[in-house]
């Protein structure tokens, strides 16, 4: 059985879409023009967790922190893909778990080239 979609089956998704751009246009708006407008040396002094800061923040550090940040992310994101297949485990049968495999190959393929690249190697 072939489900064929028409244009109109997407309405209310695109209102969807038009009634949240809205909403966040509308409180942006708001609060610019509700919200006070004191400014002061204290008030737009950086704040840290209650602890002055101490030097520029523009301090450049190691690329390692947003590589195992994004590696997270990514592995992360990949592991949430397996949940809705572990649930339809039983009805996708023989293709679903090939494909599974397929997956999970891939993902270890890159989880060796990150390891021989040195990738989360601390110096």
Same mark, same amino acid.
């Given at each position: 059985?072939?489900?064929?979609?028409?244009?109109?089956?997407?309405?209310? #998704?695109?209102? $969807?879409?038009? !009634?949240?751009?809205? *909403?966040?246009? %509308? +409180?942006? *708006?708001? +609060?610019? /023009?509700?919200?006070?407008?004191? @400014?002061?040396e204290?008030? /737009?002094? +950086?704040?840290?967790?209650? #602890?002055?800061?101490?030097?520029? %923040?523009?301090?450049? *550090?190691?690329?390692?922190?947003?590589? !195992? %940040?994004?590696?997270?992310?990514?592995?992360? !994101?990949?592991?949430?893909? $397996?949940?809705?297949?572990?649930?339809?485990?039983?009805k996708?049968?023989? +293709?679903?778990?090939?494909?599974?495999?397929?997956?999970?190959?891939?993902?270890?393929?890159?989880? #060796?080239?990150?390891?021989?690249?040195?990738?989360? @190697?601390?110096?």
């Amino acid at each position: 059985m072939v489900f064929l979609s028409i244009p109109a089956d997407y309405f209310p #998704i695109a209102i $969807m879409f038009v !009634v949240a751009i809205g *909403f966040v246009i %509308a +409180t942006i *708006f708001a +609060t610019h /023009l509700l919200g006070p407008k004191r @400014k002061s040396e204290i008030k /737009l002094d +950086t704040f840290e967790c209650g #602890i002055e800061s101490q030097d520029n %923040a523009r301090l450049p *550090f190691s690329i390692k922190y947003f590589l !195992v %940040a994004i590696l997270f992310v990514l592995f992360d !994101v990949e592991v949430i893909f $397996m949940y809705p297949w572990a649930v339809n485990f039983l009805k996708l049968g023989l +293709t679903g778990f090939i494909e599974m495999l397929l997956f999970v190959g891939l993902l270890l393929v890159g989880f #060796i080239y990150i390891i021989r690249k040195g990738a989360l @190697k601390w110096e």
